[in-house]
């Protein structure tokens, strides 16, 4: 009996911790090129990049002025900065899922 109610909670916990995995995923990809969110994962990407060369590599912010009339021209780091700051923000919260899930 005792082993039942563990394994239906453990079951319940899994099916939790998927959906909330599935969530986070969906909200990163729907609202990655909205302009405030793709400016949060570049910076995410910058300090990423900046603390794994241990600052030997910087990419410069986001947030620099564009002169009215032209159109932005990301530059090959700047993507690289981006995606860097998806994939690691995605990667934090599957740790912290799944450092969650081996204590339940």
Avoid: N, Y
Avoid at 28 to 53: E, K, Y
Avoid at 66 to 77: K, L, Y
Wanted: charged share 20%.
């Amino acid at each position: 009996m005792v082993d039942d109610i563990g394994e239906v909670v453990v079951d319940v916990a899994g099916v939790v911790l998927r959906h909330a995995g599935g969530l986070v995923v969906d909200l990163t990809v729907d609202h990655v090129f909205s302009r405030h969110t793709a400016r949060f994962f570049h910076g995410v990407g910058r300090r990423l990049i900046a603390v794994a060369t241990l600052g030997r590599k910087r990419i410069p912010s986001s947030l620099r002025a564009v002169p009215r009339g032209a159109r932005a021209r990301p530059r090959r780091s700047d993507w690289l900065a981006l995606w860097v700051g998806i994939i690691g923000w995605i990667a934090l919260f599957l740790g912290i899922g799944f450092g969650v899930a081996h204590f339940l």
